[in-house]
Structure formats: C-alpha cells, structure tokens
C-alpha cells in the first residue's frame, strides 16, 4: 500500500519487488564487504557542520543541500538521494563505515544519482519533509534517514539504516525504475506530497471549542494507564525523558493537588537521576534509555535534552525541596559548561555516543578497573552502584546504576549517612579523574540558535530555585551571543551563523524559544530591553511565518532548494512543539503588553489542536501548559520600586504559574503603568484583569494567589 491511511490504493509492482529484494537481501547469509580507505575529497569540504565534515573524504560525491545539487540532478536527469543524521547518531557512523566509504557502493551511488548529505540538526527543515514521507511510506522512521527523490526534490521511497548488501540492492532497482518506468515514480510523488499536506491538516480542527477541565481530566486518566509505576516515565522500552510531559504535571499538581501526580513524576525523576542514563561521574543526561528501567542509555548528550531537564528538575525542587534535585540541577549544568560550552557564549549541540570506535566507552566500567582505582573503598562503592566481575551490561562492563537505597547499602557496610555520602563522592572524583584521561567523545561544534535558547530558560530556572547569580550571568551571556551573533535590528535570527556566507536561516523554533528566552530575562532581571527583543522576535515570526489560512505558524520561512509542502510542527515531543511553543510567547506577549491580537491568536492556536490534545495528550503536553492558563484564573504578580528584584528572587524559590513583571523605577510597560510610588517597594497581585490592594511581603503574595 502507499500509506497505512489509505489502504484501498495498491503499490505497484516493482515497489513490491524493491520490499521483496530489500528483506530477502537482509536476511541473506552474506559476508559484510569490505571497505577500503581512498583518499577523496567531495563538495561537503567547504562545509562547517561537523557531521557534514566527517563525511567530506567519503568516495560518495556528496553535495550539501542547496541549489546546485539540483540543478545537476535536472541537467542530468537522475533521482536524488538525501542522506539525513547527525554527528551523534551511532548508526549513522556505521552506515558510513560500511558502505559510503566503501568503493563499490559509492560508483553505484555515483553513476545513477545526486546524492545530498544534510545534517538534520542544522536543517531541520529538510528533515522535517523527508522524514513525513518516509513514515508515510513505511510506518516508521528514524536516522540515518535516507530518502530517494525526483530531479525536483518530490520523495518517492526512502528508509533508514540498511546493510551494504541491501543497500546495494535498493539503489540498483530504484536507478532500473527511473530508467523504464519513470511516469510510476512521478505518480508515488504526487500520492506523497498529498499525503503529508493532509497529515498536517488533520491535527487541526476548523471548530470553534470550549475548553473544559472534566474533558482534559478523562484525557489525562487515558494517559496515567500508561504510567510505569515501578520505573517511572511510560511502561515499556525504550524510555525517553519527555520534559514537557513532567512539567505539565507539575502544573496540573500544583493547580488540583492531586498528589498521585506528584508521586508519578518524582518517582520518574528519581529513577531518572538514580539510572544509567545519568552520569553519575560527570553530570547530565543521555539521550535516552534502551531499557524498560533507565539502565543503559544510548549514549549521546545532547544540548537540548539536558536544558530542558535543567529547568524541569530547576521546578520540581521548587515543590518538594529535594537535595538530589539540586545536586542534578548543578552537575548538569557542570556538564554543559564543561563539555558543551564556548568561549562565545553559546553552547555546542551534542557529544557522540562512541570513543575509540565503540559505543559507551568512555563512560563504561570493568569491576577490576574500578577496584583498582578505589581501592578498600571499592565493595561499597560497587554495591551502590550496581557493579559486578560479570558486568551489569554487556562484555564485562558496567554502567553506573543505583538500584538500592544509600540509607541501607550504608548500613550494610556499617557506615552512617554522612560517611557514605563523603566515601562516594571521593570515590566519583577519583572515577572521573581516571575516566577524563580516556579518549573523550567526539564534539559537535554546531551553535545552534533555538537549543541555546532553551539553554538560557533553564539556567534561569536554575537561578530562580537556588538563587546562584553564576547562573544568571551564563543566562545573560549565552542571551548577548544570540542577539549579537545570531540577531538581525527587526528580529530576523540565523539558526546557525560562522559569516556572511555560512548561514542558516532561523526556523519557527528558533523564534519561539528565542522570544521565550528574552521573555524570561525580563521575569528575572525586569530589564525591558529583553521584552522589547521578544517582541522584535515576535514581529518578525508573525510576518513571516504566519499561516492565516490555517491559524498557524509554518516552520520555515523559505527554502534553499524544494519544498514538498510548507510544514507545520504541531506535535510535541522530546523538544515542544514550535508551534505550542509560539502559542506560548504569544498569550504572554498578550498579557505584557496589553495586544488583543496576540492573545487571539493563541487561543485560537489552542482550540485548533485541542481535539487531538484529549486523544493523545502526552505528545500535546506543552500546549496542555498553555491550556491551563485558559482552564484555570490568570494570574499576574507585579513589584514595583527599589526593591522589587531581591523580593522577585524571594518570590521564584516557590513554584507558582503568575505571570511576572516588575521594575525599580517608572516604567510604561503596560503592566507596570502608574505601580511606582517613590520611596516604596509594593507587590501587586492581578487575576483576569483585576488587581487586588498591593501587598509589601512575598508571604502576603503566596497566600493571595493560593486564595
């Protein structure tokens, strides 16, 4: 069939033969060919991304996206293939060893197509397109993702990983069809090229809605069906962290107190923090766990992930106090700036999961590696963490994995609290000061504008929970990179920029989290040159990417090269949504300064998607956030006068969902208008529009808005 929507159509009959060849190729008894390393250099040398680099001495005759790859590919009449992952992917690496560095797949790659390489971090654009047609097409996807395409850019098949045998096979009977049967591949275009159009508008709804607290309630009984109550996150395997699901949670105990949700999302965050997926070493998260139960990661950091947990374990310490947040928060961002950050500011996108060409190496351990190095204070520090002479994973090593309470592994080794927290911690520097001698994962260098910014919401975060002005100043630095680098004067971004010639446009999540970024300056310093950024930033996305016909926001303003149809990203998923996350900025944006016209259109963004929000909210849970704004009282909390900082940063220790203004002296802000009385720091607490008497302490605060 061309689509699992569309069972009715049938597929013709060499794209049966190419399924046949591809699975019966696959499961063959053949041995993997050989590669052999010759010195080649293709068009991606000119590149800066560090993915595309790695692949610039391939045999493949790699171009970049961009015009002239296609133009070659019209001149020459041949189907393009583009090649999508990213530096951090592991099978992307193996895909390359086995066959675009071997000579014989790249003359048949050669020979019969134009063959692209795209990094989908840096252009998330074009994987956004390809990456709907491949699961269109079969249902799933994932990277490398590698999408055959007419002359024009159309997609007409395309998978992920495949073996050199299958491979070789798939590129063999799509150049046979092109040439015989080339009317076929033009129809499976078109059939494409609907089908993702109409998947993007069957998210929306065209109906005037009212939200209703009962209808998200049995959404979210839907939901609690699928929490793991042993492990945390959601039953099954692979366990993915998912920031917006927690936080939204977080939002929904803090509104109805139901304390099962609290349970639910500190239980996954304690799991979460204790598990593999943590570096118990050296702070911050991998990208996800194989496992049904946070064991063993794949073990690529990204930026993204980890400022998001940030903020998320930044919130959930505000409502519980827990010291092991804390210490998450802090080692994290250790890590960021550590491994990930600058000298620019702005922090890098990702470590690679492999060193020394395996995967996990750097962070795997032997028991006798570690009883060597730990000495008489290895029994306790093995028993903690989960070590063994046979391995907790696979060939004898182990990945640091707590299983057990400290309280009683302590006593098992007749030692107190303190003792074993001290013991342990010696033990964690001696570790990483063994393990920071081992060849480190590879780095991509990439400064992406949209990660950066999510980077500055959760030092934020941070800084508001424990009032560490180091994290404020990262925050403010990492902000002056983006608006000086990244930043034209009318709030158009570059998602990436090295010059004038090495440029990438911004995207809608570079606009969104850019403008949430500054939003959030101003909720921490009341410095407005922040909220007149957001609103530049604002201004511009509105221009430019604004869809009035659908009510929302494109993802791309223009493309280099062709465009299947103009994308909207509407699901949430580990990184919200670009189009929850504008609805976001744009209520707020509302509310600072008095715009009816943002307003409406957030709301009206929320009542297009708040049918598919009650049938599957964990993937709409960043504009459940949103929702509650609209479900339960808006509430804004105004300081005004000399001290309005010191009582702000009082004010952020709590977890509350206000809105936030405030400044030391007159301003004209909207919310701030005639609140100054020189002489007086005074707090004023506003719902739907009505301010109440203002208040002069933050426990006076705490109390209006709990009433």
Known sequence: MYFQNNPGKAMHKLFYLIIFLTFSSCNAQQKPMEAKKIPYTNHLIHETSPYLLQHAHNPVNWYPWGKEAFEKARKENKLVLVSIGYAACHWCHVMEKESFENEAVAKLMNDHFICIKVDREQRPDVDHQYMDAVQLLTGRGGWPLNCFALPDGRPVWGGTYFPPKQWMSVLTQLSELWKTEPEKLKQQAEQIATGVHNNDLLQLSTDKQMFRKPDVDKALLLWSRHFDDKWGGNTGAPKFPMPSNYRFLLNEYYHNKDKSLLKYVTLSLDKMAQGGIYDHLGGGFARYATDSHWKVPHF????????????????????????????????????????????????????????????????????????RVLGKEAPFFNAYYSISASGNWENGKNVLFVQQDLEKTAAAFNLSLPEAKTSLAASRKKLFTIRDKRTRPGTDTKILTSWNALVISGLLSAYGA????????????????????????????????RNEKEKVPGFLDDYAFTAQAFLDLYRYTFDEQWLQSAQRVIRYAQLHFYNKNTGMFLYADSEEGPVIQPKMEIIDNVIPSSNSAMASVLAQAGVYFENEEDSKIARNMMEKVYPALLKNLPYYSNWALLLNSYLYPSQEVVFAGKNALQLNLEFEQNYTTALVAGSLRKSETPLLKDRFIPGKTLIYVCENKTCKLPVKTVKEVLLLLRK
């Not at 992930?305 to 505000?318: K, M, S, T, V």
């Not at 690679?352 to 962070?363: F, H, L, P, R």
């Not at 902000?479 to 930043?487: D, P, V």
């Open 466 to 497: 424990f009032d560490n002005l180091e994290f404020l100043k990262m925050a403010e630095k990492t902000a002056n990179f983006i608006k000086t680098q990244r930043m034209e004067a009318d709030g158009k971004l570059w998602r990436a920029r």
């Open 300 to 371: 690529e950091k990204m930026l993204y992930d980890n400022a998001q947990l940030i903020q998320l374990y930044a919130e959930a310490y505000r409502i519980t106090h827990n010291p092991m947040y804390k210490n998450v928060v802090y080692q994290t961002i250790g890590f960021m700036e550590r491994d990930l950050g600058s000298s620019t500011g702005g922090f890098y996108a990702s470590l690679d999961a492999d060193s020394d060409g395996g995967e996990g190496d750097y962070y795997v351990w032997t028991k006798n590696e570690i009883d």
